[in-house]
């Protein structure tokens, strides 16, 4: 057995979709309420909108990281335990 080093996998959305594809994806999934459960930023909390979202996004690295990573996950598992609460 060698040892390989491993490269870590980057995670990044699917060729050709857009940060606003992903938002409303995520938005048509879990509603703004949940996804701001989900994400604990402003523009998804309060007076959520997609234009303002991404907006926030665009200058946010780190808020966009959390929405790419979160539509990566949605579209590979294609669920969330919470789906079916009540």
């Known amino acids: 057995m060698t040892d390989e ?3 870590p996998i980057r995670r990044e959305p699917p060729e050709g979709v857009t ?13 703004w309420q949940r996804l701001g459960e989900k994400i604990r930023i402003n523009c ?15 200058k946010t690295p780190w808020a966009r990281t959390k929405v790419e990573q979160l ?6 598992t294609g669920w969330d335990p919470r789906d079916n609460a009540k």
């Open 5 to 7: 080093k491993k490269k």
């Open 19 to 31: 940060l606003e594809m992903m938002v409303e994806a995520l938005v048509a999934n879990y509603g």
């Open 44 to 58: 998804f909390i309060e007076n959520p909108s997609i234009k303002s979202s991404l907006k926030f996004l665009r």
């Open 71 to 76: 539509y990566i996950w949605r579209a590979k």
